[in-house]
């Protein structure tokens, strides 16, 4: 049982890490505006937008112009992934 509890926590803890960069590489392409209607922006916009939507329904995202719901689901994220997959590998 111990074993297939850690696997799942490397698993969960790479995937976390990937969706991470992922956003991170979305916010910077938007930020530098990229050609919106490129494929590697639309297969961004969809692994990101509906993560995006599920914050701003939470919390207002929005400062001065400026949009910070990839921030807060990267926070959120890393929240998830100092908890829950550290609890899963430390499980004895």
Known sequence: MVLVLN???NILSGVITIYCLVIFISAILHIARAD???QLMDILN???YPAYN????????????????????ILI???IKLTLVQLLLNFN
């Open 7 to 9: 696997a799942i926590g």
């Open 46 to 48: 969809r692994l990101t």
């Open 77 to 79: 994220l890393q929240f």
């Open 36 to 38: 919106p209607y490129s």
């Open 54 to 73: 599920l914050v701003k329904k939470i919390v207002k995202t929005e400062f001065n112009g400026l949009e910070f719901a990839p921030f807060i689901l």
